[in-house]
């Protein structure tokens, strides 16, 4: 699953971006949008228009798996599970999800579960049966305060929990970082997140225009791999299948000697 306890720190964003590095390297995924009344994760994938049947149909058997699983264009082995726009918080029921995210397994290697912001009904359900949490947060106190109450709900109201299995495994990912302003003062550093949070970093999203870009095209920025936040996604891929990369665009740009000598900016 994909969570904050925060809105708006580029959950779908993330979700959309992952979802399609896994697919990018071979792995048969599925994005499942958790946020029933406010969908957007069919937006950012460029197929809002393809939504004929949702999440919330196949939970009340008004559909099957089938007809509700939109096919991405781009790739072969990449497919959404829209949320409806239409039904309110609580037409997702714990019975319905499982039974859904069983089938889902059968067929897919991943299943990644875009959340809503918090720790409503949706944002529940996503977490109540998740093996692995990316829990996004921006550098600012206010997020990070919210990131630290979900960790602790993650490890105390999941199936895993309950039945006293292997705890949810965490990542935290950082994102719209920007390393002259927390050289200023005016945001969190990454060493004070992880502090802070205490949990393994996937991954530091530089903030960036190409991800606004990309959302309004409908295009997953980790398919823009000439910017830095494309960039930035493919690493924390990359990471969350088990290898090691370092780290990018946690420091401020040093000017060159010539730029220096010459004044450039």
Known sequence: MVTSGKGGVG????????????????????????????????????????????????????????QALIKDKRLENLYVLAASQTRDKDALTQEGVEKVLMELKETFEFVVCDSPAGIEKGAHLAMYFADEAIVVTNPEVSSVRDSDRMLGLLASKSKRAENGEDPIKEHLLLTRYNPSRVSNGEMLGVEDVKEILAVTLLGVIPESQAVLKASNQGVPVILDDQSDAGQAYS???????????????????????????????
């Open 235 to 265: 690493d924390a891929v990359d990471r969350l299948l088990g290898k090691t990369v370092e780290h990018r665009f946690l420091d401020v740009e040093k000017k060159g000697f010539f730029e220096r000598l010459f004044g450039g900016r």
């Open 11 to 66: 959950k779908t964003t993330t979700s959309a971006a992952i979802g399609t590095g896994l697919a990018l390297r071979g792995h048969k995924t599925v994005i499942v949008d958790f946020d029933v009344g406010l969908r957007n994760l069919d937006l950012i994938m460029g197929c809002e228009r393809r939504v004929v049947y949702d999440f919330v149909n196949v939970v009340n058997g008004e559909a099957n798996l089938q």
